[in-house]
């Protein structure tokens, strides 16, 4: 079976005052992140309207990977355990496949 990429593009709003405490949780995500085989590329960024708005984009060779493997990677733990407390909603997640690349 072929491997299908996928990006993950996944919405957060934390409570204010909440970014020290964020950045230390999904920063080491990230950076655990950039040794699997799978793993394209992430982007972080912030709403320029909202500063407690962040998204995050995640680009990975392998969406069944992602499934199966990445998402209960342990890394991932300490921060899943943290977002309920930091988030003022729960994260909004949408999943994109690739219909056209230049580059």
Known sequence: MAKTSVTYVVSFEIRPGQEARFRAALDPVLDAMRDEDSFVSSAL?????NENRFLLHETWSDEDDVTNVQLK???????NAALDE????PREVTVWRPLRSDG
């Open 45 to 49: 960024g912030r709403d320029a309207a």
């Open 86 to 89: 930091i988030l003022a909603r």
């Open 73 to 79: 990677r342990p890394y991932r733990d300490a921060m």
